[in-house]
């Protein structure tokens, strides 16, 4: 069985620029998250999808980032326009249900210069 | 506001011997405990959990300790070999918020041959 994936595996933009950032989680999951690792420090939670419902988007810094999960499937999340700081590892999550294992995958690495 | 805290960000033991990591917490709200593994260029995988009913959860050379009272989980990993050498992060599920994990900072285990 695939797990999840994420593309690109790494970015490098120029602040100002425009970033999306697609996850495709594990077939059959509903549940799909995303957080983001900065700088060594915790990963933190973003927002969290039931199928194609944003089920909680109180991680989410700012309106400049935006996130989607047309027809329940595969997720993006841009963000326009990038800031220094928006760089990190941008990980996306999956998991079926009503299950409390959340299946990972490798990462974005999004550098901002 | 760091709800789950790893104060130790590295820790370095001699393969065979016992690691020890810890992670306090400070929201009573957390019924729900996980420890992921990550391994560099890779996304964190799924070791073990315990729920807030048990005091203790074991998985082969894996043992999660629970202490409500003091707020408080280690994972200890007995024997250790070189192949554990990896940052591992502590998770909390909040009672009732949703599927969203609250992670600590990490702490990056070296097991030396």
């Known amino acids: 069985e695939a797990g999840v994936t994420q593309f690109p595996s790494h970015s490098v933009i120029e602040k100002g620029q425009t970033v999306t950032l697609r996850c495709d989680p594990i077939s059959g999951h509903d549940n799909l998250y995303w957080y983001r690792r900065v700088m060594g420090k915790e990963i933190k939670f973003l927002l969290h999808f039931v199928k194609e419902s944003k089920q909680d988007e109180s991680g989410m810094p700012n309106n400049r980032f935006l996130a989607e999960r047309t027809g329940g499937t595969y997720s993006t999340l841009k963000v326009q326009p990038a800031e220094l700081e928006d760089s990190g590892v941008y990980f996306c999550?999956?998991?079926?249900?009503?299950?409390?294992?959340?299946?990972f995958g490798p990462g974005t690495r999004l550098t901002v210069l | 506001d760091q709800q789950v805290k790893q104060n130790s960000p590295s820790l370095s033991v001699q393969e065979g011997r016992i690691s020890i990591l810890n992670c306090d917490y400070t929201?009573?709200?957390?019924?729900?405990f996980l420890w992921y593994k990550k391994y560099p260029a890779e996304g964190p995988t799924f070791l073990i959990s315990?729920?807030?009913?048990?005091d203790k959860n074991e998985d082969g050379r894996f043992t999660v300790f629970l202490n409500k009272s003091a707020k408080h989980l280690s994972l200890h990993i007995v024997p250790s070999q070189p192949g554990d050498s990896a940052v591992y992060f502590c998770a909390a599920f909040p009672y009732n918020q949703g599927g969203k994990l609250i992670f600590g900072q990490g702490t990056e285990l070296s097991v030396k041959p």
């Open positions: 929201n009573s709200m957390f019924d729900y």
């Open positions: 315990i729920s807030s009913i048990k």
């Open positions: 999550a999956s998991s079926p249900l009503l299950d409390n294992e959340q299946f």
